[in-house]
């Protein structure tokens, strides 16, 4: 512990001596960023550079096979393979539906929480739980409520509420059907996620916006149009945005609920059985930097719109 | 219609809704714990039962008596566990840097290491493979605990610095003027203040660690390196019949498997939705 205390005032700070501890400080700073740059050159950045540059070859997995380069092949392959374009629709189609959905209910919940209740800390607490646990294990548990003759989804409907005359094989045969189904549980565990982001965006609103608003006779409809919307607007967006990148790479419940079916699967699950299963580096490689370049569109809008304010 | 009367519809509907949603969040829930305890032959058989008539531990049993499954949860607790500590030291380094100084490319790093936080890791699959197989690593957990710091890194830097970011000017200026280095001004002023930030993000990281799927399917093979996330889609159990996965057990080990998370939820539940906003809103 050198604790100990100055006993000569500090010394006039000239501006060659400012320069110096600038200096020393920006190299101080640079030195404690190195684990993470090399971590992230390590695991990230360097992958991306060579997935892209297998993308231009006819690598193979786990071979010895010498590689050829092949230029472009491989992206004209993929602009005329109808099963990447296929899986493109699928996980759009997927992400249309679930932020859809998630945005409309995780907004509804959040007004809910956001209104002053009793029972409104039990109610958050609640919500938390199914973003808590592992996606393979709500995919699971859903799997077994999805059940075609057994499953607890196709009683409710066809005995206990009589929606249906017969049960429904949600898994099975038609593509639309299972592709909802997914949906469903990806609705049901990220709504809560969605519903939490906006309900921050909600605490900041000052009340005394609505106080007026009261004062000038309008009422709770037009108070959400009119206030809370547009003041909600940032954490609307940058929930969006979130959300879509987070479904464009969907992988975990299709893969459990659906494995590698080929009219359901999604442009991640098409890359990643190209490349462990069929071992083909070159174009599953291809598939990868196209998944990449989708989201990186994505990513660019984002932090353009999140302005990191400079220090 | 009268002013209370209409109150009175409006509370009854505004619970009727806050019930609604409550039923749709835990009803999963209840129906993985409800098939766990229920015996096979109940389980299997229609109409469905809501609770079962004799209600059966045998299921958590045979889970609990299940050494791959075991194995699982020790491995998955050991990668979790490393990728956390891991991702805290080397993260809460580059956070104090990048939210206590100045200096040029702070902000190229910064929004590099944002840009991150939503890599793609399909994007790095396919490399990864061959560098795992390069160094020997396939089908160990260090291959798991190297290739999770993707996603964990970023993040715990992005909402570190935040928190770093967030301190007071002099705390560190009267470390200074005692004569404290920079490093020594780090660990014993500005580390311990960043605990509860430390916490925060190191639960998230241990959260998405032990959810991760996509790299555990593809970097291990053999069940004695399986995390609880491919042993819980792999079981097989002893005492299934030829036409139907055992779905008791599969119910019983997704309701262990949750049940620690759960609990952690419960106990850091603010926190938890600090940090979540933190990451995703924080601009």
Redesign the interface.
Known sequence: M?????TTS?PPSTGKRTLTL?QS??R???I??I???V??L???L???A??FY?SLTDAR??SNRPVNFVGLENYLYLLQDQQFFRTVGNTVFFTVVTVGFEFVLGL??AL?IN?N?R?RGL????????????????A???K??Y?D????IN?LLV?QFGIFNQNVAFLATNTTVSLFAIAAVDI?KTT??VA??LL??LQVIPSDVYEAADVDGANKLQQFFAITLPLLM??IL??LI?RT?DS??V??VF??MLGNRRDTQT??IY??QS??NFSD?GY??TI??A??LI?AL??VV??T????E?? | MSRTARNLIGQIF??L??GV??I???F??Y??FI?SITPNNQ??????QYWPQNPTGQNYALVLSNNNFLIALMNSAIVSVSVTVLALI??S??A???GR???????V????????T??????????????I?AFRLYNTLWALI??Y??FT??FT?WVLTNFF?AMPRELEEAAY????T???TFYKILLPLAAPGMVTTGLLAF?AA??E??FA??FTQTPDKRT??IA??AFEGVTASSFEQP?GQ??AA?VL??IP??I???IF?KR??AG??AG????
């Open positions: 050198s604790q100990r205390v100055a500090a600038a400080q920006s101080f700073a640079w404690l960023l684990p993470t740059i971590v992230v390590m695991v990230g360097f992958p991306l060579q997935t297998f997995l786990a509804l919940i809910v209104s209740f029972g109610m958050r607490t609640a919500i938390l739980i199914p973003w808590a646990i592992p996606t393979v294990v709500s699971q548990m859903w077994w409520m059940h003759i057994y499953g607890v009683d005995n049901w809560p996620f939490l982001l921050a965006g940032p954490a940058v929930t979130f990148l464009l790479r992988f975990d893969y459990v442009m991640a890359a990643q490349l462990v580096l599953g490689s990868s930097i998944i990449f989201i994505f990513v984002y932090v719109f999140l302005k990191i400079e220090a | 505004f619970y809704l806050v949603i409550l749709y969040t835990i999963p829930f129906w993985a098939s389980l299997f058989a229609t109409p469905v080397i993260g380094l580059a104090y840097a990048l100084f100045k200096f040029g490319g702070r902000s790093v910064l929004y590099t290491v944002l840009a991150m939503m890599f793609p890791q399909i994007a790095v699959l396919g490399s990864l493979y061959t560098m197989s190297i290739t710091m993707i890194l970023p830097v970011k003027v005692d004569g404290a920079p490093f020594q959260i032990w959810n799927y996509l399917l593809s609880v996330t819980i889609t779905w599969i119910m997704s498997v949750t998370l759960i952690l939820t419960l539940q938890i939705i979540l906003t995703a809103v924080k601009g």
